[in-house]
Nanobody, 125 residues
Framework: QVLLVESGGGLVQAGDSLSLSCAAS????????MAWFRQAPGKEREFVAA????????SDADLVKGRFTIARDNAKNMLYLQMNSLKPEDRAVYYC??????????????????WGQGTQVTVSS
């Protein structure tokens, strides 16, 4: 059974930083593209960033604008998202997701096979 468990969310003030983590189990982590998505109230789930098994990164440039960094530790089966200079509009539930590497990297939520339960990030102004 594949399990993705996010942690690290919380309530912060605008300009603060947060580091999200995603612990993966039940899959060969090093063979999966890992990604972060987020979903704000009343909005569709949107792509934040993804990282291939070999370390290649893609991100939503407009959304991230150099503020967020995705990272992974294959030895620990962990995915991370460092978020700096947070803004109130970053408020959302953040999800990690997994997709087999052989199918390539994708920015579409529907292309990912496994999802965590999400962690809430709230940014006050």
């Amino acid at each position: 059974q594949v399990l993705l468990v996010e942690s690290g969310g919380g309530l912060v003030q605008a300009g603060d930083s947060l580091s999200l983590s995603c612990a993966a189990s039940g899959l060969t982590f090093s063979m999966y593209v890992m990604a972060w998505f987020r979903q704000a109230p009343g909005k569709e789930r949107e792509f934040v960033a993804a990282m291939s098994t070999t370390g290649g990164r893609i991100s939503d440039a407009d959304l991230v604008k150099g503020r967020f960094t995705i990272a992974r530790d294959n030895a620990k089966n962990m995915l991370y998202l460092q978020m700096n200079s947070l803004k109130p509009e970053d408020r959302a539930v953040y999800y990690c997701a997994a997709r087999p590497q052989y199918r390539g990297t994708s920015t579409r939520a529907g292309d990912y096979d496994y999802w965590g339960q999400g962690t809430q990030v709230t940014v006050s102004s």
